[in-house]
């Protein structure tokens, strides 16, 4: 009661956390879910966020890199200017040395005129005060009016002309010094310079050739020179209007700005597009506006660098989230794996579990079912054996009274049948369910089938008052191959059930129906046992080949039987390859339904009996248009031509037909359910319009009586339904008087074992004695030894032919019966070979009289041993020998 | 299945990781402290040229086919091409032929762009080297040979043989039903059509090109007579004089001024193309003057909206086109000699010329480059594939003919009459006589 409760509450505290794992798997789910969802949100801020700083970190750089740039080019354009500065700052410098020298010379004029021009001053000239014409140091006269100084510009305080083309056919400019001596200006010394000679001062071209830069002369806006190796081949290169021109620099106010600055002197920068690329325009102040150094440097090469930046910082980050996301690949396959193991794992579990709940629930119903079959047994087998102890006790009492002697072996014997019948299913499942059943196929007729299950049903039914009935429809060959036995145990154990479970007065149909042959090798049956009595429960349905259990209810307790029968039954139909399946209703009955196939043995068609009878053609007359059909069938099996006929007077009307044509028929299959025709009379007109000579063969119902009046008439006969050309063909070979092959007419004289002496090894002293006391009942002797090896030892020593036959129990002490029977065979003696031994003992399976006959046994007969059979097989062998 | 194969991500994770320890190397690695730079002693060649007003995002055909040579150039030879160029602001600066012969004459430059003029004056004076030995000159055709032997020296070799033409507007022609001149009558008719028909002023001029009328109509019979050698130096000895040759075109060009077929006082302070192409495009003048390439240059006459044809002048002989050689010469005491002469040779190699040709589509100098001239081209095109033609200079001729007519031409325009021009080319002349002697 205890554990019992425990068992309970432990259950209960399962199915507990079941649910509850069901709803903690849920919110476990939906919070993994929600957990997912807000790190893939995480996931994309903090991305943003990266993005955001890379960006601003990026752009900072570039506007640093920028700002550095233009400082660079800032100072790049102060060096160039200082760098020309310093050479006009020089060249007045010098200028000033050459008037103070000039001062100083007596006749300077000779010292201007032998002046050989350097990469610098092209040419001098000197003026003395007072007049318009000197001497120039290329020998002409020297004036000044060529010269331009209105525009007031200066060198380190020495007045510079406005740019000029020179007679070498290059920009130049003049700085005039004046010559003072003794404080008192005596001349004025001119002196003309070549831009090109600032050009080797200059650096050779700056941001990779890509800036362009041209020196100009402020007042004039001519571009007076272009350094090498500064900037690109294309471009405006005359004057700033050109400048402006080549560039597209049109933008009025632009112009306008940047001519403010130049008229004030200033440096300045401006973006604008220079043949389609964003570029830095410069303006840049030389000698106090004098000069300027105009030109460009596309965006793109003075933030070389900061691109060069940014290009690795964007490697830096790809590669980082690369980094990343192949961290979150593998993190994600990992997981994934993880799962799906996890997943596999609670499948597994789960899996393990139903299992394991199954076989419980299997076990708990197995035991459920043993005990309640070892609780049925003990009942089914306590019953005949208290009615054989009682009725022995009984037997003891009364021994004196010969009648009760007689009744009561009578019960102790239908009693001990009943025990063997229970021991035999309980061995038949262990058997089955071992593996151990080994189907013995071979040639059997559906005649002899459906004969023997007619039998031993229609008495059983007919006890219990109830109708039986057999057909037959559809079947081709009724010739077949299988395992006869276990094809009458299938019908059998239905039928009987059927019997059982019919109320008294209930009607059973066995029917054996041919389906649509699936190869021509093979008959496709159906057979199908149906009844209309208690039927089964839905749920009983689904149990019912189970073993171990039996449709109990008010109604049929009273039933005996194992429980085994229909287990047995599903068992030897999957043998078989067949199927079965059950429809069943309460009150209204059960529909067995099974679907076997059986292999069509080779030749099996006896056509040459029919030829040697001289039977071509018959007519089969029967009210049911099937039965005529099968009759049909079967017969051109045998090539006999069978015409149907399904009224008296068509049958009347082909036989005249037939005698007009003079071919008649050899026999008439007459049912006796021609409609509104009593068959007797029907016989008489038949006789009296084809005569005497037709064989007339009625085909009856079991049930039919008042037929035996028939079997007065000459070459009448009745066959029972349903039809089979074997037995059609016995009932000829009978009628015709010919010995059947397997008459037995003086069977029971010829079984009789008076005389006979036999050999039997035995160890069981009951059953010893049991042998012993028939064979003595049979006037039969028989000599008893315990065990193999002793039976081998009295056989070789005994006189040859003193045994008739010996027989071998196998399970014994010191000797089985197999090494005892090849030991026996083993003997050197005549008979050794030849003498009958005959198998008895409790090993009854198949494989057991394998064993028996490979050990070189005769015959096998199970235990318990019918006597009968017992006779007839020592009669067998002993009067072969 | 699986999302990625398990083999594809260990091939991935693998580059990946080669890959940051490359970054990462390459990140650590040390240089030496010691930063030496190499003093590179750049090659350079000096190249003047003259350069046009450039116009925003036009590209200039001709200077990019001439630039491709150049840097042909430079790739094969590994040397620097520095461009020297000047352009006059106004008539009233110094032309490009007189800072030209400055710059020649004062060794500023290593290789210069010549016109006949100069190349004739520089070669005469000395100032240029002969460039009979280059590779190149085997190439060249004989014609240009010929134009640019002064001296017994080859002082010039062009990159394409510049002819001029005449440029109508043919849909003008076409609307008063006037045919292409052959004569000069031809064509004084049709610039009376036109001017009857309210053209103003039917010959757009310069201060440059009107010479080419003058050479067309001077020379066509000395060229294409069949007696070229014979007349040239019956005017090299004085037994002709060019002043005979000359007069029929100055007075041809004296008629058109009077006539007001050219405006004189505005071409004679019009440069090339500035003063007259505008309004050629423009459809006010349908007839100007100009040489092969700017039919070709977007700068010039390269997309008019209107059929154009590029004609010869006319001349007794129907239309002349006109030849005048120029051509690249180096300094006599150019400062880089050697790399010049190289680069002018790969310059004017038939490599150079091809992609020279195909560029700028131009009559190649060398005989082995061919290549197809632009629709417009074709009559004049056709004229000298028929050796059909004047030259506009040659220095076989002793009395300089490109340059001086051009200043006389001036003169015209500036109001002087046809003999005062003769006796100036018979000053000329005799000038040549007494340098001979």
Not at chain 1, 199 to 217: H, R, T, V, W
Not at chain 1, 403 to 412: G, Q
Not at chain 2, 203 to 223: I, K, M, P, S
Request: overall charge negative.
């Amino acid at each position: 009661m205890l554990i019992g409760c425990k068992g309970e509450q432990r259950i209960n505290v399962v199915g507990y956390q079941s649910g509850t794992e069901i709803k903690m798997r849920k919110k476990h789910d939906e919070s993994r879910k929600d957990r997912g969802i807000s790190l893939l949100v995480s996931i994309i801020l903090v991305f943003l966020f990266l993005a955001i700083v890379v960006f601003s970190v990026s752009h900072k750089i570039s506007r640093e890199m920028a700002a550095s740039a233009t400082q660079n080019l800032n100072e790049s354009l102060d060096l160039i200017k200082c760098t020309i500065e310093a050479i006009l700052n020089k060249e007045a410098e010098y200028q000033r040395l050459m008037a103070q020298g000039i001062a100083e010379m007596e006749e300077p004029e000779e010292y201007i005129r032998k002046y050989k021009r350097s990469g610098t001053m092209m040419k001098i000239g000197l003026i003395r005060s007072g007049e318009t014409e000197g001497v120039c140091s290329t020998g002409e006269v020297f004036t000044e009016e060529e010269l331009d100084f209105s525009a007031g510009g200066t060198i380190d305080g020495l007045p510079v002309s406005q740019s000029y083309l020179n007679y070498m056919g290059t920009w130049a400019y003049c700085i005039k010094c004046p010559v003072v001596k003794d404080g008192r200006e005596i001349a004025m010394l001119y002196i003309e310079y070549i831009y090109d000679s600032f050009d080797k001062s200059l650096p050779e071209g700056f941001y990779n050739k890509k800036a362009m830069l041209y020196i100009m002369d402020a007042e004039t806006e001519r571009f007076v020179l272009k350094p090498k190796g500064m900037g690109e081949r294309s471009a405006g290169h005359l004057n700033l209007s050109d400048f402006y021109r080549a560039n597209d620099i049109q933008e009025e106010n632009l112009r306008e700005d940047v001519d403010a600055c130049l008229a004030e002197n200033k440096n300045i920068m401006f973006y604008h597009d220079i043949r389609n690329k964003d570029s830095l325009n410069y303006m840049w102040s030389v000698n106090n506006g004098t000069l300027y150094l105009i030109g460009y440097v596309p965006i793109d090469a003075i933030q070389q660098e900061g691109r060069s930046v940014n290009q690795n910082i964007l490697i830096v980050v790809a590669v980082m989230l690369i980094a990343f996301f192949l961290c979150c690949l593998i993190y994600y396959l990992n997981q994934r794996q993880q799962i799906k193991l996890r997943k596999e794992r609670e499948e597994e579990r789960e899996i393990s579990n139903r299992r394991l709940a199954e076989a419980l629930q299997a076990a708990q119903i197995a035991s459920n079912s043993k005990t309640m079959f070892l609780s049925n047994m003990s009942h089914d087998i306590r019953t005949p054996m208290n009615a054989v102890l009682g009725f022995t006790t009984l037997l003891a009492r009364d021994a004196e009274n010969p009648d009760k002697v007689r009744e009561y072996t009578k019960k102790i014997m239908a009693s001990g049948q009943h025990l063997l019948s229970l021991i035999n299913d309980i061995l038949d499942v262990s058997k089955i369910e071992s593996g151990k059943v080994v189907l013995n196929v071979e040639e059997f007729t559906l005649n002899d089938l459906v004969s023997s299950v007619d039998a031993i049903i229609r008495p059983m039914a007919a006890a219990r008052e109830q109708k039986f009935y057999l057909e037959v429809a559809g079947i081709k060959h009724e010739s077949l191959m299988g395992d006869e036995t276990r094809i009458n145990q299938i019908l059998i154990n239905l039928l009987s059930n059927a019997v059982k479970y019919t109320q008294t007065g209930g009607s059973i149909w066995l029917r054996i129906i041919g389906l649509k042959q699936r190869s021509n090798q093979f008959e496709h049956l159906r057979i199908e046992v149906q009844d209309n009595g208690y039927g089964m429960t839905p749920e009983y349905l689904e149990t019912i080949f189970d073993a171990f259990t039996r449709a109990e209810n008010s109604t049929t307790n009273k039933v005996q039987g194992t429980g085994l029968g229909m287990a047995i039954t599903k068992n030897i139909i999957e043998l078989m390859g067949g199927t079965i399946e059950v429809t069943s209703e309460v009150n209204k009955g059960s529909l067995f339904r099974v679907d076997l196939e059986f292999r069509i043995p080779e030749g099996q068609a006896d056509k040459l009996f029919w030829e040697e009878k001289g039977i071509s053609r018959i007519l089969v007359a029967d009210g049911d248009a099937g039965v005529c059909e099968n009759m049909q069938a079967l017969m051109e099996n045998v090539e006999v031509e069978a015409d149907p006929a399904q009224s008296l007077e068509e049958v009347l009307s082909l036989l005249k037909a037939c005698e007009q044509a003079q071919k008649g028929y050899d026999v008439l299959l007459l049912g006796s359910n021609l409609p509104e025709t009593d068959t007797l009379q029907a016989v008489k007109r038949i006789r009296e319009e084809a005569g005497d000579a037709l064989l007339i063969l009625i085909l009856a119902e079991h049930e039919e009586a008042g037929l035996e009046n028939i079997l007065q008439t000459e070459n009448t006969g009745i066959l029972m339904k349903p039809f089979f050309a074997s037995a059609f063909k016995e009932k000829i070979r009978e009628m015709r008087a010919e010995p059947t092959q397997t008459g037995e007419a003086d069977g029971k004289d010829k079984n009789n074992l008076e005389g006979l002496y036999f050999l039997a090894a035995e160890d069981n002293e009951i059953n010893a004695e049991i042998l012993r006391e028939i064979l003595l009942f049979e006037n039969a002797r028989c000599e008893i030894v315990e065990n193999g090896q002793i039976a081998v030892e009295r056989f070789a020593e005994s006189k040859e032919g003193e045994f008739d036959a010996i027989l071998m129990d196998v399970q014994m002490p010191v000797m089985n019966g197999y090494d005892a029977t090849r030991a026996i065979r083993a003997l050197e003696r005549e008979d050794a070979r030849t003498i009958p031994i005959i198998a008895m003992t409790a090993n009854a399976f198949a494989e057991d009289e394998r064993e028996a006959l490979h050990a070189g046994m005769n015959v096998h007969l199970a235990k318990p041993v019918d006597i009968d059979m017992l006779k007839k097989v020592i009669r067998e062998y002993t009067k072969r020998e | 299945m699986c999302f990625f194969r398990r083999v594809d991500i260990k091939k991935a994770g693998m580059l990946c990781i080669v890959g940051m320890a490359a970054l990462a190397m390459t990140a650590c690695r040390t240089d030496n402290n010691l930063i030496v730079v190499e003093n590179e002693e750049k090659r350079i060649v000096e190249l003047f040229s003259p350069m046009e007003k450039s116009e925003a995002y036009v590209e200039n055909t001709a200077r990019s086919a001439a630039d491709k040579t150049v840097m042909l150039a430079e790739e094969k030879l590994d040397v620097s091409v520095g461009y020297v160029t000047y352009t006059a602001e106004d008539y009233q600066d110094k032309t490009y032929d007189d800072v030209t012969l400055d710059r020649a004459r004062n060794d500023m430059d290593d290789i210069y762009l010549l016109n006949p003029d100069t190349l004739r004056v520089l070669g005469e004076e000395g100032k240029l080297k002969d460039l009979s030995g280059l590779d190149c000159v085997k190439n060249l055709r004989e014609v240009v040979i010929a134009a640019n032997m002064v001296d017994g020296k080859l002082v010039g070799i062009p990159q394409e043989v510049v002819a001029y033409g005449l440029f109508i507007n043919k849909d003008m022609f076409d609307q008063y039903g006037l045919a292409l001149p052959e004569t000069p009558d031809d064509f004084l008719e049709c610039c009376r059509v036109f001017k009857e028909n309210g053209i103003e002023t039917p010959v757009g001029a310069n201060r440059w090109w009107l010479e080419t009328f003058v050479l067309a109509q001077a020379y066509a019979d000395l060229y294409n007579g069949g007696n070229t050698e014979a007349e040239i130096a019956a005017l090299n000895s004085g037994e002709s004089k060019y002043s005979d040759y000359m007069r029929p075109g100055f007075e041809f060009l004296q008629e058109m001024i009077d006539k007001g077929y050219v405006d004189a006082e505005k071409a004679l302070v019009s440069e090339a193309i500035e003063g007259e192409g505008a309004e050629f495009l423009a459809r006010k003048t349908p007839i100007v003057m100009a040489y092969w390439g700017a039919a070709n240059t977007d700068t010039a006459y390269g997309s008019p909206d209107f059929e154009m044809q590029v004609i010869g002048f006319p001349s007794s002989r129907g239309q002349m086109p006109v030849i005048p050689m120029t051509g690249f010469g180096v300094g006599i005491n150019a400062e880089h000699g050697e790399d010049a002469l190289a680069v002018l040779d790969v310059m004017l190699s038939d490599e150079a010329l091809q992609i020279y040709a195909e560029t700028n589509r131009v009559i190649s100098p060398s005989k082995n480059v061919e290549v197809e001239c632009v629709p417009a081209l074709k009559p004049l095109h056709d004229k000298i594939h028929n050796n059909v033609y004047v030259l506009g200079s040659n220095a076989g001729m002793e009395v300089e003919q490109w340059g001086n007519t051009c200043l006389i031409v001036r003169e015209l325009l500036g109001g002087a009459s046809v003999d005062e021009c003769m006796a100036q080319f018979d000053r000329l002349q005799e000038e040549a006589l007494e340098k001979q002697r």
